[in-house]
């Protein structure tokens, strides 16, 4: 079973910026996405930004140009750089993992245990 560590959350004033940073470890043989969703209270989980090994990150419509994926692959890490923030981005974050242990048909799910953003007005 893969764990990811997640850290950098806090609080913070509108317009500021955060960092996040998702680490895996376990047996991991290849990395299909990782990626980091969001959950405010009262709402459904909801994708944040997605990065699919390969392709070009994909974000939500309301994080586009303030947030942005990286991926440090040789440390199965992701980041997620999120600047201008809104009161509305305040939700727990948790970083998502999809990855293959052995069999690379076998896609293997991991979460994150989450981590606080609060934007302030």
């Known amino acids: 079973q893969v764990q990811l560590v997640e850290s950098g959350g806090g609080l913070v004033q509108a317009g500021e910026s955060l960092s996040l940073s998702c680490a895996a470890s376990?047996?991991?043989?290849?990395?299909?996405?990782m990626g980091w969703y969001r959950q405010a209270p009262g709402k459904q989980r909801e994708l944040v930004a997605m990065?699919?090994?390969?392709?070009?990150?994909s974000y939500a419509d309301s994080v586009k140009g303030r947030f942005t994926i990286s991926r440090d692959n040789a440390k199965n890490t992701v980041f997620l750089q999120m600047n201008s923030l809104k009161p509305e981005d305040t939700a727990v974050y948790y970083c998502?993992?999809?990855?293959?242990?052995?069999?690379?048909?076998?896609?293997?799910?991991?979460w994150g245990q989450g981590t606080q953003i609060t934007v302030s007005s």
């Open positions: 376990g047996t991991i043989s290849k990395i299909h996405a």
């Open positions: 990065s699919v090994s390969g392709g070009r990150p």
């Open positions: 998502k993992i999809q990855y293959s242990s052995g069999s690379p048909w076998s896609v293997l799910v991991s």
